[in-house]
């Protein structure tokens, strides 16, 4: 809701009515995340793909599923290189995404649990990541 305040310009109660009024005659759904209450078009995004949406909109979860696609897969330390976090911060996101079952270890290197469907996500909503580790990513999957 932030993000859509900032950019439409609009006071937070004038916004909030608007989205609820959307909500209330189904254009819109919504998925809560902890604090945060996420916005998502009713026609074009099911139950399972918000939650997956809500991780790809936090810049670390999304940097270690993007590195979690790797040929090989990721480690702890690539991780917080790629990331710029320590390596408690780097437990902790990956602890959130091995429960929510996106990720999966598997010795000492994180794997995608389900690369199909997050590679499609990653580039279905491309434009709205602005992140160079996704945008890496994506370019050498469309190199293949």
């Not at 609009?10 to 916004?15: E, I, P, S």
């Not at 710029?84 to 995404?97: H, Q, R, Y």
């Not at 499609?120 to 050498?140: A, G, P, W």
């Amino acid at each position: 809701m932030r993000e859509m305040q900032k950019e439409l310009g609009m006071a937070t109660g004038v916004l909030e009515y608007h989205l609820n009024y959307l909500v209330k005659e189904g254009l819109l759904t919504t998925y809560t995340d902890g604090r945060k209450k996420r916005f998502y078009s009713a026609e074009k995004v099911g139950s399972p793909q918000k939650k997956l949406l809500s991780y790809l909109r936090q810049k670390h979860p999304r940097r270690i599923l993007t590195l979690s696609l790797q040929d090989g897969g990721t480690d702890i330390g690539e991780i917080t290189k790629e990331c710029g976090i320590s390596k408690s911060a780097a437990s902790f996101n990956i602890e959130g995404l091995m429960n929510a079952g996106y990720i999966e270890k598997r010795g000492e290197r994180y794997f995608a649990k389900n690369p199909e469907e997050l590679a499609k996500m990653l580039i279905t909503y491309r434009e709205s990541y602005l992140d160079d580790v996704v945008d890496r990513f994506l370019d050498s999957f469309a190199g293949l």
